[in-house]
């Protein structure tokens, strides 16, 4: 099972993320995956679009819990 995700702030979430290796000069970078084997870099996100997306995910996560 998955743990639950009750409680994380989106906030968190992104000064986690500034925090990264995968952060530079201040541009959050993400590896994403195609399919298997298959990762895709991509950077330049806003981060009030990552913070947006955080919380989308996290309301879906809850109302599935």
């Given at each position: ?12 979430v ?40 955080t ?11």
């Amino acid at each position: 099972p998955m743990p639950s995700l009750r409680g994380v702030n989106p906030e968190e979430v992104l000064s986690a993320a500034r925090r990264d290796k995968k952060n530079r000069n201040g541009s959050l970078r993400f590896v994403l995956l195609r399919r298997i084997g298959r990762p895709v870099l991509r950077a330049a996100i806003p981060e009030k679009r990552i913070l947006e997306l955080t919380r989308e995910l996290l309301n879906k996560s809850q109302t599935r819990s």
